[in-house]
């Protein structure tokens, strides 16, 4: 087993190898890179993560064909659509995010932004309310489903109150949230500190961290985010999220 100083300085040497342009190359962040407006990098963002999961490359295929359908602004798309536009999306799927789900998440993106202030509010509010990402996370859930949402979206957004380890949603906070000087995270958002995000933990980060004894815990729910997190945390106190490229990288690309 490493030493902590040797995983810092492992993992610090990762880190340096993927957190460059070149992982924009290959990963779902290319699509909201595609756009300057903060508005269209915020909505291309949670509707690309919400897609995140299976083939990278599928899930690049298909975010593509969503923004597409939604003309050069996803901003301006959902602002201005009609309930006949937004009904014209139930033909997207992807895996198991059919119709009714991409319908139901237009037209709560279209209540966020002209009626609550936007995503970035939403999230500032609930970190304010509850100073913990855990807390952010549900207070945004709860506000976008509404009143309206359908039943078998829910599954979609998922639920850290409930157990769960947030992937997507932790994995679309590090875009929005770290500002970082390779360029790869967009660090649009001030309000909350990078310091406060938590680690987008699925099958290839939880396996190497595991592997470095960062990750005791078996399952990957929210309690195991919270370990891993803490154990990066004492690795760097204020960016702890940027050894997710590391993980990521060893996992995915090094078969660690």
């Known amino acids: 087993m490493l030493k902590p100083t040797d995983i810092k300085e492992f993992l610090e040497e990762k880190y340096r190898l993927y957190a460059s342009p070149r992982f924009i190359e290959s990963d779902p962040i290319q699509i909201p890179k595609r756009y300057t407006k903060k508005e269209d990098i915020e909505i291309s963002g949670i509707l690309t993560a919400t897609l995140s999961w299976g083939q990278r490359t599928q899930i690049v295929k298909f975010s593509s064909l969503l923004m597409n359908s939604m003309g050069d602004s996803p901003f301006q798309f959902i602002t201005e659509c009609s309930e006949a536009e937004i009904q014209s999306l139930n033909r997207f799927y992807y895996r198991t995010f059919n119709g009714v789900d991409c319908v139901a998440f237009i037209s709560s993106l279209k209540r966020v932004y002209l009626e609550q202030g936007g995503l970035e509010k939403l999230f500032n509010e609930g970190y304010s309310l509850f100073g913990n990402m855990q807390g952010a996370i549900a207070f945004f859930r709860q506000r976008f489903m509404g009143n309206n949402f359908p039943d078998r ?43 406060a995000l938590m680690l987008p933990l699925d099958v290839h980060s939880g396996r190497v961290a595991r592997a470095l004894g960062l990750l005791n815990r078996k399952q990957s729910d929210w309690k195991a985010v919270e370990e891993v997190t803490g154990n990066l945390r004492k690795l760097d106190i204020d960016d702890p999220i940027k050894y997710d490229f590391a993980l990521f990288g060893l996992g995915v690309f090094e078969k660690f």
């Open 153 to 195: 979206t829910c599954k979609h957004l998922s639920n850290p109150a409930a157990g769960s380890a947030a992937k997507r949603l932790n994995m679309f906070l590090r875009w929005m949230v770290r500002h970082n000087k390779e360029g790869v995270d967009f660090g649009l958002w001030n309000n909350i500190p990078k310091s």
